[in-house]
């Protein structure tokens, strides 16, 4: 089956597989006291900053449970897009593990602007009402758009004038960089980042990913946070190994930038066919676009995709590091048979 509906129908990058084989070798001590996880973390310390707090994770739902849970107490707020994964697709866990509101922002591209936050951030000090905790953005977003460094650096700094943190979901972060040429740094570290999920299996990865603590008043806590979040590995080293080699020789951005160009190449297919009107603009490796329900019906009959707006025949493509230039054309061609 080859999927255009998530990157995580991808399989595992041949080297990650490697890496998980290496690391199953003769007993390490558990919980992370292992040569693989002291590596791992060198390497994302290399990566974004040397006094950055690394904590690996087993999936994306539990590392923003744990990184909000860092920013927030029970009586605060969450502000995010109304299309954040933490509001539709998290099945409220982040909800239920803060005990946090969660307000959601209307937005048109997935993207929280200071303007679009503030009418959100009252009632400070008053007693019957949620207090505005933290702020939450996804990069890329859910609607395939990117945050420039500005848009976050703005964000960032009209939550710190606030006592607030902003968490940054990335789960496709490897997929911004490649499509802003940045590198991990210039998009968290410098741009204020609090918090940040890092993730990997859209991109490469098997399962697994690291909440990243750059804000010294949150590290105190991480461990124990996490701990009690049930997110502490005891075979740790079969999460962390798969990250050094994601950030050796830098296999995130090879695998990053092909599913963004097979997006691209998809992209400049569709936009020549009769009835295809894209939602979004494409900037990184998912595009969202409405075609006549008869030709996604028809489409549907061999390829998995999702409807994203059904009451609109909008559907979501994603591309994947796996995706190949035949995956591409031959969709391309099935399309074309469709709208005859």
């Known amino acids: 089956m080859r999927s255009f509906a998530s990157d995580n129908n991808s399989g595992v990058h041949p080297l990650v597989m490697e890496a998980l084989n290496r690391a199953n070798q003769d007993h390490a001590v558990g919980y992370g006291d292992d040569p693989w996880t002291e590596e791992a973390v060198r390497k994302i310390r290399e990566a974004f900053a040397p006094d950055c ?13 744990v990184a909000l849970q860092l920013c927030t107490r029970p009586y605060h707020s969450i502000i995010c897009a109304e299309t954040a994964h933490i509001y539709v697709d998290e099945c409220g866990a982040p909800a239920r593990m803060t005990g946090c509101q969660i ?7 997935g993207k929280l602007t200071p303007g ?5 951030l009252c009632h400070f000090g008053e007693q019957h009402h949620s207090q505005p905790g933290a702020i939450y953005i996804s990069q890329c977003t859910e609607l395939g758009t990117v945050y420039s460094p500005d848009e976050i650096r703005a964000l960032t700094k009209l939550a710190h004038q606030h006592g607030m943190y902003v968490h940054m979901d990335g789960a496709r972060l490897a997929n911004a960089c490649a499509a802003l040429g940045l590198g991990f740094k210039e998009l968290t570290v410098d741009c204020g980042i609090d918090v940040l999920s890092f993730g990997g299996t859209k991109n490469g990865l098997m399962l697994g990913e690291s ?3 750059f804000n010294p008043a949150l590290k105190k806590e991480a461990y124990f ?10 075979k740790l080293r079969y999460l962390s190994c798969q990250f050094t080699a994601y950030l050796t020789d830098d296999l995130w951005l090879k695998n990053a930038r092909h599913a963004n160009e097979m997006a691209r190449k998809l992209y400049e297919g569709l936009k020549t066919l009769p009835d295809v009107h894209f939602t979004q603009k494409v900037e990184s490796n998912q595009l969202f ?5 008869p030709v996604i019906d028809e489409l549907l009959k061999n390829y998995f995709f999702y409807f994203w707006n059904e009451a609109i025949d909008e559907v979501r493509f994603v591309t ?9 054309e031959e969709l391309l061609q099935a399309l074309h048979r469709a709208f005859k």
């Not at 307000?103 to 591209?109: E, F, I, N, Y």
């Not at 679009?116 to 959100?120: I, N």
């Not at 995706?323 to 591409?328: R, V």
């Open 53 to 65: 707090e690394p904590l690996f994770v087993f999936n994306g739902t539990g590392s923003n449970a």
């Open 211 to 213: 909440v990243i603590v």
């Open 116 to 120: 679009l936050v503030r009418p959100y």
């Open 320 to 328: 994947s590091f796996d995706t190949t230039e035949k995956d591409i």
């Open 289 to 293: 676009l409405t075609m006549p329900r």
């Open 225 to 234: 946070v996490r701990k009690q979040s049930a997110q502490l590995a005891s």
């Open 103 to 109: 307000r959601p922002v209307g937005t048109p591209d």
